[in-house]
T-cell receptor, first 115, second 109 residues
């Protein structure tokens, strides 16, 4: 089954404790993205990757890092989480640019609470 | 960046058609119109997309105005499982899906 998986699904942590949210897709997609969803603000793109070793900032990259060492994986790293990073995070992938013809597949989401 | 405008909420009765409108008056000639929906406690899922012509798939139909300044997502027979937030999106070239507030669809039995 074609899917995007994220782990963990729920996470409670404390300020400053480094954490990584993993994302994996089994569709051989080149493009992967991370979004955060906050009430009243919709989904905002954090980082995206157009292929292995190619990443770039989205709308709200501050406080986040990503890496793309393998095509299927795109982990989101919070080196020093702060309470304002409490949010619902989604990973997404697509075979080509969504602005053209391709659709994006979203993961189930990771709900993060930073105390 | 082209912006979309949707009603905050709509209601429908089960088994009846639903027409969800979207205005995108600043759309450019190459912008595709995508619709996604987000069911409660789930990630967004693709519904349909189009460029100029009306489109049909197993989930819905997309009617695009001749001037492309608006579009309408049509659910032919709403079910309780269609209750979700529906987003009309004009994706950017960096794969950025600019989700706004969307339209919250309530389906009444």
């Amino acid at each position: 089954e074609a899917q995007v998986t994220q782990n963990p699904r729920y996470l409670i942590t404390v300020t400053g404790k480094k954490l990584t949210v993993t994302c994996s897709q089994n569709m051989n997609h080149e493009y992967m993205s991370w979004y955060r969803q906050d009430p009243g603000l919709g989904l905002r793109q954090i980082y995206y990757s157009m292929n292995v070793e190619v990443t770039d900032k989205g709308d709200v990259p501050e406080g986040y890092k990503v890496s793309r060492k393998e095509k299927r994986n795109f982990p989101l790293i919070l080196e020093s989480p702060s309470p304002n990073q409490t949010s619902l995070y989604f990973c997404a992938s697509s075979s080509r640019l969504a602005g053209a013809r391709e659709t994006q597949y979203f993961g189930p989401g990771t709900r993060l609470l930073v105390l | 960046d082209a912006k979309t405008t949707q009603p905050n909420s709509m209601e429908s009765n089960e088994e009846e058609p639903v027409h969800l409108p979207c205005n995108h008056s600043t759309i450019s000639g190459t912008d595709y119109i995508h619709w996604y929906r987000q069911l409660p406690s789930q990630g967004p899922e693709y519904v349909i997309h189009g460029l100029t012509s009306n489109v049909n798939n197993r989930m819905a139909s997309l009617a695009i105005a001749e001037d492309r300044k608006s579009s309408t997502l049509i659910l032919h027979r709403a079910t309780l499982r269609d209750a979700a937030v529906y987003y009309c999106i004009l994706p950017l070239n960096n794969n950025d899906m600019r989700f706004g507030a969307g339209t919250r669809l309530t389906v009444k039995p």
